[in-house]
T-cell receptor, first 114, second 107 residues
Framework: DGGITQSPKYLFRKEGQNVTLSCEQN?????MYWYRQDPGQGLRLIYY???????QKGDIAEGYSVSREKKESFPLTVTSAQKNPTAFYLC?????????????FGQGTRLTVV | DAKTTQPPSMDCAEGRAANLPCNHS???????VYWYRQIHSQGPQYIIH???NNETNEMASLIITEDRKSSTLILPHATLRDTAVYYC????????FGKGTMLLVSP
């Protein structure tokens, strides 16, 4: 079954701990994205990657890190430096407007830091 | 990437057409207009996109003005399940979302 998968759906961590959110796609997309969404707010771009072994900061990259070692995987690490990590995190792939393709989103990971 | 402006909220009666506007006055010649929607607590869903001509698919129609500075997403017969936040996006390099329009479809 093709698509983009985020795991886990819900995640709880203690303050001060790093946590890594998984995002996997089998759509053969070059581009992948990470977003953060707070209650009642829109999506804010954290990091994006247009190709393997390359990624760029988005609007709110501070306190986050990513890697893109494989085309199908784009994990996001929320570090202890992120001041307010509790949020809904969304991963997307595709959306290459130069090739006129739409993006596909995962179902999100809801992270709660206590 | 071109910025977009959308009204924060709109209401629509069930069964009526919902017309959602988007202004993108700084759009470049080859930038496509994309529409997505997000139902509460889910990932956004692609709806439709276009460059110059009007487009229609099984979900919606997209009307782009001749000068391409604005567009309208049309849901021809809105249902309660169309209640969602609708995002209009233009631009090349990144998939950047604004705040969108919260469409409330009422019985």
């Amino acid at each position: 079954d093709g698509g983009i998968t985020q795991s886990p759906k819900y995640l709880f961590r203690k303050e001060g701990q790093n946590v890594t959110l998984s995002c996997e796609q089998n759509l053969n997309h070059d581009a992948m994205y990470w977003y953060r969404q707070d209650p009642g707010q829109g999506l804010r771009l954290i990091y994006y990657s247009q190709i393997v072994n390359d990624f760029q900061k988005g609007d709110i990259a501070e306190g986050y890190s990513v890697s893109r070692e494989k085309k199908e995987s784009f994990p996001l690490t929320v570090t202890s430096a992120q001041k307010n990590p509790t949020a809904f995190y969304l991963c997307a792939s595709g959306g290459d407007r130069l090739q006129n393709t739409e993006a596909f989103f995962g179902q999100g990971t809801r992270l709660t830091v206590v | 990437d071109a910025k977009t402006t959308q009204p924060p909220s709109m209401d629509c009666a069930e069964g009526r057409a919902a017309n959602l506007p988007c202004n993108h006055s700084t759009i470049s010649g080859n930038e496509y207009v994309y529409w997505y929607r997000q139902i509460h607590s889910q990932g956004p869903q692609y709806i439709i996109h276009g460059l110059k001509n009007n487009e229609t698919n099984e979900m919606a129609s997209l009307i782009i003005t001749e000068d391409r500075k604005s567009s309208t997403l049309i849901l021809p017969h809105a249902t309660l399940r169309d209640t969602a936040v609708y995002y209009c996006i233009v631009g090349y390099s990144t998939l950047t979302f604004g705040k969108g329009t919260m469409l409330l479809v009422s019985p």
